[in-house]
């Protein structure tokens, strides 16, 4: 009986970590608003635990900014029919994502990517969600 309380608790602690070190998006980023951003793709960082988009685009005072849009792991991409060669440097993309709590601080979350030049598009079928 004790080992099989000690594995249950071991268990637990082991499916706990995963949680634990993931962080909550909504600590970080404003999820109660949007931002649009029209600009070019200047990096693609395809990683895990989550890949970025870095464009340069426009701020609410129509400065060049460069930002940071966080973006989902690989494997999540993949799973989308996104690939590492999917977006190129130089592209025209617009981006919708919540922007960082922090005022001035250029990053933002992903919610929809756009590229109108062929249509190519993230964010609006069922599945496509940063988590």
Known sequence: ??????????????????????????????????????GKLVQLVYRNPHSFVHIVAPDEKGVPQRWAVEWNATKQLDSAGVKRESLKVGDEVIVVGHPSRVPGEYRAVMVTLKR???????????GEVVE
């Open 1 to 38: 009986m004790r080992r099989v309380l000690l594995l249950v608790i071991a268990a637990a602690l082991v499916a706990s970590t995963g949680v634990y070190a993931h962080h909550s998006y909504a600590a970080t980023y404003d999820v109660g608003k949007q931002v649009r951003l029209e």
């Open 116 to 126: 109108p030049a062929d249509g190519f598009t993230w964010g609006g079928r069922a």
